[in-house]
């Protein structure tokens, strides 16, 4: 069985550039949720989604969406980006029932994000 | 609305000795928690979960943790330190009983062990 895979694993933007970041869940599973880890802080939760929905999401602003496909990969896109914005954005996958967290999060190794 | 605060964003313990990494959350309904441990540039594995079940829970490397509900605490535990365990280590936070909440991370605490 594969593991959550994302890609790219490192890239440089600068402010107001986009940023479309990629991600494929572990075999199996039915829900991916992005994270956006800070140097030197934990993980903060963006968004889920299942079957191709968002169903839940943090505290962050329109210019972070998502997508999710019938494959139940998933894309994180960032408009506008702004320096506060530079961090390690974690995908993890999960398999979950209706809208049930298990809280087994499988996460990949993450896409470091820098923006000057 | 739930939280959660790692006690030492830093401990240093000596190999062979006991681990002993402080969580306490704040949750306004009874909650899952959960311990992640993060080697360096790599993704967050799980150690161990509670979902109310047995309030000891024993995960991998020899790691356990014990819900206290009157502590409102779920404290990481380790009886023998190994070079190994060096990393940074995530308690975490959902709502149980369904919901799409998200986890709730700690700062984490950077698990320092000395030779």
């Known amino acids: 069985e594969t593991g959550v895979t994302q890609s790219p694993t490192h890239l440089i933007k600068t402010r107001g550039q986009q940023v479309t970041l990629r991600c494929s869940s572990q075999?199996?599973?039915?829900?991916v949720s992005w994270y956006q880890q800070a140097l030197g802080q934990g993980p903060q939760f963006i968004f889920q989604?299942?079957?191709?929905?968002?169903?839940g999401r943090g505290n962050f602003p329109p210019r972070f969406s998502g997508l999710q496909f019938p494959n139940y990969s998933s894309e994180l896109n960032v408009n506008a980006l702004e320096l506060d914005d530079s961090a390690l954005y974690l995908c993890?996958?999960?398999?979950?029932?209706?809208?049930?967290?298990?809280?087994?999060?499988?996460f990949g190794e993450g896409s470091r994000l820098t923006v000057l | 609305a739930q939280s959660v605060t790692q006690l030492g964003s830093h401990v240093s313990v000596s190999e062979g000795a006991l681990v002993l990494l402080r969580c306490n959350y704040s949750?306004?309904?009874?909650?899952?928690l959960f311990w992640y441990v993060q080697y360096p540039n790599q993704g967050l594995q799980l150690l161990l979960k509670?979902?109310?079940?047995?309030?000891l829970v024993k995960g991998i490397n020899g790691f356990e943790a014990e819900f206290k509900k009157s502590e409102t605490s779920f404290h990481l535990t380790k009886p023998s330190a190994h070079m190994s365990d060096a990393a940074e280590y995530f308690c975490?936070?959902?709502?149980?009983?369904?919901?799409?909440?998200?986890?709730?991370f700690g700062k984490g605490t950077h698990l320092i062990i000395q030779p």
């Open positions: 949750s306004s309904v009874p909650p899952y």
């Open positions: 975490a936070v959902t709502p149980s009983g369904g919901g799409a909440d998200g986890l709730t």
């Open positions: 989604y299942y079957r191709e929905e968002e169903n």
């Open positions: 509670y979902t109310s079940a047995a309030t």
């Open positions: 075999s199996g599973h039915n829900t």
């Open positions: 993890a996958s999960s398999l979950a029932s209706g809208t049930i967290l298990s809280g087994e999060l499988f």
